[in-house]
T-cell receptor, first 115, second 113 residues
Framework: EAGVVQSPRYKIIEKKQPVAFWCNPI?????LYWYRQNLGQGPELLIR????????DSQLPKDRFSAERLKGVDSTLKIQPAELGDSAVYLC?????????????FGPGTRLTVL | GENVEQHPSTLSVQEGDSAVIKCTYS??????FPWYKQELGKRPQLIID?????GEKKDQRIAVTLNKTAKHFSLHITETQPEDSAVYFC????????????FGAGTRLFVKA
């Protein structure tokens, strides 16, 4: 079974440029998460989807970040315009969304460098 | 807001010794507590988890304990091996029609051969 797929793996852009990340979760996983992980820190939730509905986006900087999960399968996360402080690894994860456990399967991440 | 605190941030042990990592959480509604291991340059992977109706769970050399009253939980690794060297993240999940999971800042474990 294929795991969570993310692309690109690395991205270097100049500040004020737009950037987009793509994630394809494990087949059958209803819940999809986007996290940001700064060096030496734990994953910080940006947005959580249950199927195609964004149910928790309280940590998403909505002035510059946007996300979508059309048809409840793959998802894109966009930053426009990017700032220096956006440099981080952006992780996508998915889970079955069961009530009594929530093992999250992470993708390899996209390492973003904003110059 | 809710948070998860994790200690220590760095832990160095001799091969064969035990390692203990501790976490506290603030949301009393949290009912699911996973631990993830992240090796250098790789993605986090679940190594063990515990639900709030259980006080302790063991899987070979790793065990987790949970004290709901005090809102803290711990990871114990016995007979550590060099391949246990990694960053370990605790997390607290709260089910609200789906899980909202907050991660700790991580503990970098070094196991010296």
């Amino acid at each position: 079974e294929a795991g969570v797929v993310q692309s690109p793996r690395y991205k270097i852009i100049e500040k004020k440029q737009p950037v987009a990340f793509w994630c394809n979760p494990i087949s059958g996983h209803n819940t999809l998460y986007w996290y940001r992980q700064n060096l030496g820190q734990g994953p910080e939730l940006l947005i959580r989807y249950e199927n195609e509905e964004a149910v928790d986006d309280s940590q998403l900087p909505k002035d510059r970040f946007s996300a979508e999960r059309l048809k409840g399968v793959d998802s894109t996360l966009k930053i426009q315009p990017a700032e220096l402080g956006d440099s981080a690894v952006y992780l996508c994860a998915s889970s079955l969304g069961q009530e009594f456990s929530d093992e999250q399967f992470f993708g390899p991440g996209t390492r973003l460098t904003v110059l | 807001g809710e948070n998860v605190e994790q200690h220590p941030s760095t832990l160095s042990v001799q091969e064969g010794d035990s390692a203990v990592i501790k976490c506290t959480y603030s949301d009393s509604a949290s009912n699911y507590f996973p631990w993830y291991k992240q090796e250098l340059g790789k993605r986090p992977q679940l190594i063990i988890d515990i639900r709030s109706n259980v006080g302790e769970k063991k899987d070979q050399r790793i065990a987790v304990t949970l004290n709901k009253t005090a809102k803290h939980f711990s990871l114990h690794i016995t007979e550590t091996q060099p391949e246990d060297s990694a960053v370990y993240f605790c997390a607290a999940g709260t089910y609200t029609g789906g899980f909202k999971t907050i991660f700790g800042a991580g503990t970098r474990l070094f196991v010296k051969a």
